[in-house]
């Protein structure tokens, strides 16, 4: 092997090698941040203007927490007429795109999130409330909304608390001995303190 190849062969073990996987590690976290952070950034660009649309007719100041709830509910559903149009192909063997597939995919776990928590505008506050209502739709100032997490709890989560055990009858019939009903051991009688004529009646 000629000298100059052998220069460029790394050993796993050496000190360049881990340095390279390292490097490797830091890059692929790097890119999925990003991508998270895009995901993210997409998400909002639709659920603002779709919020606003939703309560630029209303005239409630400050919503609570389940009126926002529902509102976010639309959103997540908005795309339920595509999705049984396309469940509906695939149940009947029609050709269904890929890209349909992946599609349809996606918005079944965008429903998903309304339990493990999604991000959307802060309506309990009545300045963003304020502000949505009047915004313009430039998408560079969405980042000036200020958000929140909505979550709705799973029904399968409430359980009913066990009942407390009640006495059955054999337990009730015989009633526990009290302390007072027990002889102490210095009310029992020893036997020098029987009668002889007793005894002695008994031996005959």
Known sequence: MPKEQRRKIIHPKSRKAIQMIGQQMRNETKKKTKLEKKGERLNEYEIV?????L??????EKYTYEQALDLIEKFVHRHDDELKLIDERR???KHVSTSAMLQA???KKEIGQIHSGIEGPDLLNPDCVVRLRIWNGDKRSINLFPMRVYRKPSA???KESPSAPTPS???SSTPAPTPSSVPLPSEIPSS???PSQTMESDVQ
Do not use: Y
């Open 156 to 158: 399968h989560f409430k």
């Open 49 to 53: 203007p779709f919020i606003q649309k």
């Open 105 to 107: 995919d996606e918005w």
């Open 91 to 93: 149940k009947t063997g």
């Open 192 to 194: 020098s303190t029987i």
């Open 55 to 60: 309560i630029k007719k209303d005239n409630v």
């Open 169 to 171: 009858s054999s337990s």
